[in-house]
């Protein structure tokens, strides 16, 4: 099932910022990263990764760093920052809190007797 | 590198309208990003224009990232917000304040109007640059006007040299302007729809005489406070990050402060005035978008046909770019 437009965009900040948080990683990284953690549930027009790493990076969240490689080519890593752990840290915990509350509903528990 | 994707990447460059550095390190990220793509596709099976067309699909339209990118660099800081909306502000505290009056004000705003726009000019041409200029442009109108009053035979001299000089010299700027952005040539503009109707209202017949200084007196706080809408404008113009929006505030913008002008004027601008001066906010608006397309066109023509003179290359653009070949090979 495709995701719905409005919940990826509200939750593509939390999915960068987590996917940054143990390890830096350039744009295609990323991109193949998402795929194959959401086992092929978030895929997006690749293109418009950039603009939400450089609005992030604009936010302070994220700093992103060339770095050559020994085939002479160049790729930009992108590292969390403290300020990026924090908001991770505070929207990991909305999630949570937003997930539990909307299992309770859908999925209530049968009262005890 | 194949045209489709020089076209795909040009296109990208075009309309997300960034700065040289900050193009550089995103045209360089999708290329490598594309390039990788291309790499692991090829290694699938695929041929090259297989990879390729299957890694244009998966980025996504031109428009659309083009579209994110603007919105992501577009915002400008509260510093921007400030120094852009200053040398309206500044105008119009000269008539709300009735400083107008003293020369020793009016030099010292057009100086430092002159300075700020030269040093801004110099330093990357930021945002904020351009609504100064266009006052830079007030002396050079001021200077028309004096001409007119020189004895007859002179003055119609030393307009025809002059009038051309202003001209060429007002049209090179705006070029300059449209190639950044044809959307700061608008903001660069704005207030001269606005200036010319309080000049009609104050002095119809184009010379100052003791009833025109008059009327100034009386026009001087609304004169100023039309300034000042134009100040808030620019404000909400250099926060907000959608280019339609932009688009939309500068045309209601424009309409609503000249409608407070004829409504302030108290009957002195007719409808005919009225609607001469709707038409000059509305070529604000809609030459600067022309002017640059006519400047990019003739600058991608030129740019391709310098770095691809083959045979293939040119027909590939006669096909794609020009638009002219509808023609199938």
Known sequence: ?113 | MTPELVQYLENIKYRSRLGPPDETGVMSEIEAHIEDEVQELRASGLTEDEAMQVCLGQMGGAGLIARRIYEAYSQGSWTQVLLASMPHLLFGLLFVLNWWHYAGWLTLVLLLTLATTVYGWWHGKPAWVFSWLGYVLLPIIILGLLLLYLPNVWSLLTLLIYLPTAMWWLLRLIVQTTKKDWLFSSLMLLPLPIIIGWFLAISPAGKFNETSFQRLNSFAPWIGLSFIALALTIAVFIRLRQRSLRIGLLAASGLLTLTLVVYYTAGRLDTLTFLGLVLVMWGVLLVPPLLERYVRDNGRKFALRQSAPSHKYNLYWEDNIEGAGQRKR
Do not use: C
């Open chain 1, 1 to 113: 099932m495709e995701p719905r437009r409005d919940l990826m965009k509200s939750s593509s900040d939390s999915l960068l910022l987590s996917l940054l948080e143990h390890q830096p990683m350039y744009g295609y990284r990323i991109v193949k990263e998402l795929e194959e953690r959401s086992q092929g549930y978030f895929k997006f027009k690749e293109g418009t990764l950039y603009p939400a790493l450089h609005r992030l990076e604009k936010s302070g969240l994220i700093t992103g760093r060339w770095q050559a490689l020994p085939n002479r080519r160049q790729r930009r890593y992108y590292y969390i920052t403290s300020k990026g752990l924090a908001k991770l840290a505070t929207e990991k915990s909305q999630w949570q809190d937003f997930l539990e509350a909307v299992r309770l509903i859908l999925e209530p528990r049968p009262a005890s007797p």
